[in-house]
């Protein structure tokens, strides 16, 4: 029941938030606009994106258990419950339910399912870190354009929630680097939350994968930065790749926010707002949310048909005999 009102609550926020922008924004004109594209663009955004999301199968490849318990799996085989996981995080309620698709799926190759989930909590911490990251360092970068533009008060706001929420990551991180919170654990806590924890603080030996880890994450985020510049430019929309630079990490950063169901309606408002303020028109500033959001739909309808299609028939195809040369 309580999962159930949960899931209400995010379904209200998401409609609510996406029936405030529409009102604003001429449904005709977006449509328009949208048989206008420019499909160079738009397609370079969706190769940038498909990018994105291999350089995230990569990041999970680093952190994965190194030990003798764990076999090492091929990078096709990982890129594919990546583009599963993705289908899950993206069309299913929670936003999380990829995660755990991910963890269960690549227990065979992690060893146990402890050591699986701790490689994807951890992907999950350090992508997050990586966002705050960029956004620090383009806020920096942008400081003259947030006076001009009025986001100063924004900016403000949301750096001073990105130091409590950098304070509480790095928090956690030290926490698990600590010895003795896993003993405790491990004691006092049920054995699953035992096992994970061990599983965790094995990655205190593992602190340059980590780190690239860490550096990984900041080229996604450029590059969705890139991809939404794209998008832009395939709408005619009047944005600058610095003006990308300043509001894409900041978004991201909304969109994390467990309130609505995969950030939609957030995300929407989050553009229309952040661009608007930079002089961009509601309605080309809604275009490139819903394009940016249509592209991570497309890709994670793809990982719904891989995940449909046996991993057999996938091994077949590619493994497929070659006629004898006479």
Same mark, same amino acid.
Not at 47 to 68: D, K
Not at 126 to 143: D, E, Q
């Given at each position: 029941?309580?999962?159930?009102?949960?899931?209400?609550? %995010?379904?209200? #926020?998401?409609?609510?938030?996406?029936?405030?922008?529409?009102?604003? #924004?001429? !449904?005709?004109?977006?449509?328009?606009?949208?048989?206008?594209?420019?499909?160079?663009?738009?397609?370079?955004?969706?190769?940038?994106?498909?990018?994105?999301?291999?350089?995230?199968?990569?990041?999970?490849?680093?952190?994965?258990?190194?030990?003798?318990? *764990?076999?090492?799996?091929?990078?096709?085989?990982?890129?594919?419950?990546?583009?599963?996981?993705?289908?899950?995080?993206?069309?299913?309620?929670?936003?999380?339910?990829?995660?755990?698709?991910?963890?269960?799926?690549? %227990?065979?190759?992690?060893?146990?399912? *402890?050591?699986?989930?701790?490689?994807?909590?951890?992907?999950?911490?350090?992508?997050?870190?990586?966002?705050?990251? #960029?956004?620090?360092?383009?806020?920096?970068?942008?400081?003259?354009?947030?006076?001009?533009?009025?986001?100063?008060?924004?900016?403000?706001?949301?750096?001073?929630?990105?130091?409590?929420?950098?304070?509480?990551?790095?928090?956690?991180?030290?926490?698990?680097?600590?010895?003795?919170?896993?003993?405790?654990? $491990?004691?006092?806590?049920?054995?699953?939350? *035992?096992?994970?924890?061990? *599983?965790?603080?094995?990655?205190?030996?593992?602190? !340059?994968?980590?780190?690239?880890?860490?550096?990984?994450?900041?080229? +996604?985020?450029? +590059?969705?930065?890139?991809?939404?510049?794209? $998008?832009? %430019?395939?709408?005619?929309?009047?944005?600058?790749?610095?003006?990308?630079?300043?509001?894409?990490?900041?978004?991201?950063?909304?969109?994390?926010?467990?309130?609505?169901?995969?950030?939609?309606?957030?995300?929407? =408002? =989050?553009?229309?707002?952040?661009?608007?303020?930079?002089?961009?028109?509601?309605?080309?500033?809604?275009?490139?949310?819903?394009?940016?959001?249509?592209?991570?739909?497309?890709?994670?309808?793809?990982?719904?048909?891989?995940? #449909?299609?046996?991993?057999?028939?996938?091994?077949?195809?590619?493994?497929?005999?070659?006629?004898?040369?006479?």
């Amino acid at each position: 029941m309580k999962k159930l009102a949960f899931f209400l609550g %995010k379904l209200l #926020v998401s409609v609510s938030l996406l029936y405030l922008v529409f009102r604003r #924004v001429d !449904g005709g004109a977006v449509l328009a606009m949208f048989r206008r594209v420019d499909w160079w663009f738009a397609g370079a955004a969706c190769v940038l994106c498909l990018g994105g999301l291999v350089l995230g199968a990569s990041r999970w490849m680093v952190l994965l258990p190194q030990g003798e318990a *764990a076999s090492r799996p091929s990078f096709p085989l990982l890129l594919r419950q990546y583009f599963v996981g993705h289908f899950y995080n993206t069309l299913l309620p929670g936003g999380f339910g990829g995660d755990i698709v991910r963890g269960v799926i690549s %227990k065979q190759h992690a060893g146990t399912l *402890a050591s699986a989930m701790a490689a994807v909590i951890l992907e999950r911490i350090v992508g997050l870190l990586g966002i705050i990251a #960029v956004a620090f360092v383009s806020a920096a970068l942008c400081g003259p354009l947030l006076v001009r533009s009025g986001l100063l008060p924004v900016a403000v706001f949301g750096a001073v929630a990105i130091v409590l929420g950098t304070v509480g990551l790095i928090g956690s991180l030290h926490l698990l680097a600590r010895a003795s919170w896993p003993n405790w654990l $491990i004691q006092r806590g049920p054995p699953r939350i *035992a096992r994970l924890a061990i *599983a965790v603080d094995e990655y205190r030996e593992r602190r !340059g994968a980590v780190l690239l880890s860490l550096l990984v994450t900041v080229a +996604i985020q450029l +590059i969705m930065v890139a991809a939404v510049y794209a $998008i832009a %430019k395939g709408i005619a929309a009047p944005v600058g790749l610095v003006d990308c630079l300043l509001i894409v990490p900041l978004i991201q950063l909304v969109s994390c926010i467990p309130i609505s169901i995969s950030g939609l309606g957030i995300r929407e =408002a =989050a553009f229309v707002v952040l661009l608007g303020q930079l002089g961009v028109p509601e309605g080309q500033s809604l275009g490139v949310s819903l394009f940016f959001f249509a592209i991570m739909v497309g890709l994670a309808i793809v990982g719904g048909a891989i995940h #449909v299609l046996p991993q057999e028939a996938i091994d077949s195809r590619r493994q497929a005999p070659r006629a004898p040369v006479e």
